[in-house]
């Protein structure tokens, strides 16, 4: 059976989630790599101005392709380089975040604590899952090149849970 | 004869066009798969394999550092121009096929490619460039050891086995490994790559080496990685290559490469 949830992903859906879940997310979610990630945690650490509102929102770990204004390859990115930023991000109030991969065991210990998920999709995949993003827009750092923000409005996004909010992880 | 024009294409068929050998791997380990989950996962990778070269669009947003690996025969005149046609032929074919700028330098700026080229010579006629889109996912998992000359295989199997579980499915499993054996340290990690360039879906010609080709998939596969849950086959073939080296020792370099493995190759006559 497959889950289907819209984002903003709230604490009390989530928490219903157990590891090897099968989801299809629709809505809006945000793209992020090492680089955007950094200088998106260096703005909250300053205290600035954000590009956009954290609060209940997905990050998906991804660095897409372009051809002319059309979006490429999409699949996700190894989410263990992200792990860094991670916490900052959850205090926050993002809700999820989305990549390939296992993660650091903290990580597992910070799903706990705020009640987050990470969704694992389908790696080397890139030309399926964009089939799934049904527009995107620029959000923020257009010099990062592909590790901009991108918003994508994705429909039936194909996501399997990797970890859940009790800290399991799908890798045991 | 337009070499970049040639270059162009091959460099696009590369990142878009999945190899006929991977495809006949992927094709035979869904045949064989029992587990409803991992047959899944691998007909959303076929699907994938099908969008992409329909759409003509990547098939997966890391275009890689795009390695060049040359052959260079007796009758070809091999100077900085021909790198640079080459080169423009790469960057052109990127460009066009709207691929990421994955390459960094240390002022921050955005590239194609860091101009990575592989050259060996032989005695035949002509030039065979094969490019080789190399995504860091799975570039992250190397791994080098020189052992001594006293070295088992068990020892030398066991590195390996280390270097995948360490790489655990971080690298978009099922994987194709390339092991190179021989020469010096970096000669080692290049043959590990000239490795994955050969066609898989054929058994080595060297017959010793086929049989411990073998024998690490199956070890390998019962480590019980998986791809996604520990289910399914980590790694759907091995291939080694081997080098003379010094007497003092024995390198092994391992590469890794997600189920993606992409390579084009084009033979010029001139």
Redesign the interface.
Same mark, same amino acid.
């Given at each position: 059976m497959i889950i289907r949830l819209k984002t903003p992903l709230l604490k009390k859906d989530l928490v219903k989630l157990k590891v090897k879940d099968e989801i299809y997310l629709s809505g809006k979610i945000y793209t992020m790599r090492d680089r955007s990630s950094q200088l998106l945690v260096e703005l909250i650490k300053k205290k600035k101005k954000l590009p956009i509102k954290l609060n209940e929102q997905v990050i998906y770990y991804c660095g897409p392709n372009f051809k002319g204004k059309t979006l490429g390859a999409c699949g996700p990115t190894t989410s263990r380089r992200m792990d860094i930023y991670l916490e900052r991000l959850l205090k926050e109030g993002i809700s999820a975040t989305i990549g390939k991969g296992e993660r650091n065991l903290f990580v597992r210990d910070l799903c706990r604590k705020y009640r987050s998920v990470y969704f694992l999709t389908y790696g080397g995949c890139g030309a399926y899952l964009r089939e799934r993003v049904k527009k995107y827009r620029l959000i923020a750092f257009p010099h990062l090149g592909s590790e901009a923000i991108y918003e994508f409005e994705v429909e039936d996004f194909p996501l399997i849970v990797g970890i859940d909010t009790e800290g399991n992880s799908i890798r045991g | 004869m337009n070499l970049e024009k040639i270059i162009k294409e091959i460099a696009i068929k590369a990142n878009i066009e999945l190899r006929k050998d991977v495809k006949i791997l992927l094709k035979e380990a869904l045949r064989k798969e029992k587990n409803e989950k991992v047959k899944k =996962?691998f007909k =959303? =990778?076929m %699907?994938?394999?099908k &969008? !992409?070269s329909q %759409?003509r &669009?990547? #098939?997966?947003?890391?275009?890689g550092l795009p390695l060049v690996f040359l052959e260079v025969g007796r009758d070809v005149n091999l100077n900085y121009s021909l790198i640079e046609k080459i080169n423009k032929g790469v960057i052109s074919g990127y460009k066009t !096929?709207?691929?990421?700028?994955?390459t960094i330098d240390k002022e921050g700026k #955005?590239s194609y490619t860091p101009k990575i080229f592989h050259i060996e010579f032989t005695s035949a006629k002509g030039l065979k460039v094969t490019i080789f889109p190399k995504g860091f996912?799975s570039e +992250?998992k190397s791994a080098l050891q020189v052992f001594p000359p006293s070295a088992k295989r068990e020892e030398i199997d066991n590195f390996i086995i280390e270097t995948v579980k360490n790489a655990? &499915?971080? +690298? $978009?499993p099922p994987y194709f490994i390339g092991i190179g054996i021989g020469g010096d340290a970096s000669f080692a990690l290049v043959l590990a790559k000239k490795a994955l360039c050969e066609d898989l879906s054929r058994p080595n010609k060297d017959k010793e080496l086929a049989k411990w080709e073998k024998s690490l998939v199956k070890k390998i596969n019962s480590l019980g990685i998986g791809i996604?849950?520990?289910k399914g086959p980590t790694v759907l073939a091995v291939r080694i290559k081997r080098y003379p080296t010094h007497i003092a020792g024995v390198p092994v370099g391992v590469n890794i490469s $997600?189920?993606?493995l992409r390579s084009a190759t084009v033979k010029i006559n001139f």
């Open positions: - | =996962i =959303i =990778i %699907e994938n394999t &969008i !992409a %759409e &669009i990547a #098939l997966c947003q890391d275009t !096929a709207g691929f990421r700028k994955s #955005l996912g +992250a655990d &499915i971080d +690298a $978009c996604i849950e520990k $997600c189920h993606a």
